[in-house]
C-alpha cells in the first residue's frame, strides 16, 4: 500500500472519496477558534471537525446538549477564517434537526451561509432519515456520525463502548449503508468495536472516519484540546496523547506569576 501523499489545494467532499480510493488515510482533528484552526491547517490535516464538543471542551458543560446553533455558528466562523486547505464540517447541535426536516435544513443553511463551513455533520441513522435527505436536496454535503452518539447520552446511560452486541451492531450496519445511499460523503464512527468498523468501512464506498474504532477505518479524528494534552481528566483507552499542554502551560502560568511578583518581568527590553 502506497502512503506517499497527494497535494490538495483545499480539500473537498470529493477528495475525501478519491482518498479512499487512493487508500490515503483522512486526517481530522477538532478546532472551535481562528488560531487553533490556524495552527492545525498550516500543519496540513484534512478535515477540521467543528465539532459540538465544544460544549465540553470551550464551555465546561458535562455533555455536548447545551451548545446552541448561534455558538456553533459563532466558533464555526472563527475556524473557517483560520482556514486555507482543510475541509470544514461542522456540527449541527443538540435540538436543531431532530424535530423537523424543514428545521434541519433551516439549522444546516444558517450555518452553511453565516459561517461559511463547508459541510455539516449530524448524528443517528434511520431516526433522523428525513432530515438529511432534507439537507442533501439543498445541496449541502452531510457527514453521517453512528456508534456512541454523545446527543443521546441520556438514551445510553454512559459513554461505554456501544454495538458490541450482534442486534446493535447490525442496525449499525444498516444505518451506515443507509446513510451512503442516501448521499452522505462520508461517516464517522465513535467508540465501537475495531472489528465492526473495519467491516462497515470494507462495505463503504465513502470514507469512514473513527475515533476509539480501531485502524481499519478510512481516517481517524481526535478532539484537538484532548490531543494536545490540554484536557487530563478525560483518559479513554483510545486517546494518543502527542502533547502534555495541561502541564506546560500551567508551568509557564507560575513562571509568569514568579516573574511578576519578583518584578523581573518585564525587563529593559521589554518596555517603552
Ligand atoms: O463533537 C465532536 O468533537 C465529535 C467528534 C468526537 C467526532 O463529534
Known amino acids: 500500500m502506497s502512503t506517499a501523499k497527494k497535494q490538495y489545494k483545499r480539500v473537498t467532499v470529493k477528495t475525501l472519496v478519491e482518498m479512499k480510493g487512493n487508500h490515503e488515510k483522512i486526517s481530522m482533528l477538532t478546532a472551535y ?33 447545551p451548545i446552541t446553533l448561534d455558538q456553533m455558528i459563532y466558533h464555526a466562523s472563527s475556524v473557517v477564517r483560520g482556514t486555507e486547505r482543510a ?8 435540538g436543531s434537526y431532530q424535530s423537523d426536516p424543514k428545521e434541519a435544513l433551516r439549522s444546516a443553511i444558517r450555518i452553511m451561509k453565516e459561517s ?8 443517528g441513522g434511520s431516526e433522523v432519515k428525513e432530515s438529511i435527505k432534507r439537507i442533501l436536496n439543498a445541496g449541502i454535503p452531510v457527514m453521517g456520525h453512528l456508534g456512541l452518539t454523545p446527543q443521546s447520552i441520556y438514551k445510553f446511560g454512559t459513554y461505554t463502548v456501544r454495538a458490541k452486541e450482534e442486534e446493535e451492531a447490525a442496525k449499525l450496519v444498516e444505518d451506515a449503508l443507509a446513510l451512503q445511499r442516501w448521499g452522505c460523503f462520508a461517516l464517522v464512527l465513535e467508540k465501537v468495536p475495531a472489528a465492526l468498523a473495519k467491516k462497515v468501512a470494507d462495505q463503504l464506498t465513502i470514507p469512514v472516519i473513527g475515533i476509539g474504532a480501531g ?11 484532548d490531543m494536545f494534552g490540554m484536557t487530563h481528566e478525560f483518559n479513554p483507552r483510545f486517546l494518543r496523547r502527542y502533547l502534555n499542554l495541561y502541564e506546560d502551560m500551567g508551568n509557564a502560568v507560575a513562571n509568569y506569576v514568579k516573574d511578576v511578583k519578583a518584578v523581573d518581568f518585564p525587563n529593559e527590553e521589554e518596555q517603552y
Not at 39 to 60: C, E, F, K, Q
Not at 87 to 94: E, I, M, N
Not at 118 to 123: G, N
Request: hydrophobic share 45%; charged share 15%.
Open 215 to 225: 485502524a481499519g477505518v478510512d481516517g481517524q479524528v481526535l478532539v484537538s484540546h
Open 116 to 123: 461559511g463551513g463547508h459541510s455539516v455533520k449530524l448524528e
Open 33 to 65: 477558534d481562528y488560531t487553533m484552526a490556524k495552527i492545525i491547517d498550516s500543519a496540513g490535516i484534512d478535515v477540521i471537525l467543528v465539532g459540538d464538543s465544544a460544549s465540553n471542551v470551550m464551555a465546561g458543560h458535562e455533555t455536548t446538549l
Open 87 to 94: 475541509l470544514v464540517v461542522v456540527d449541527l447541535p443538540f
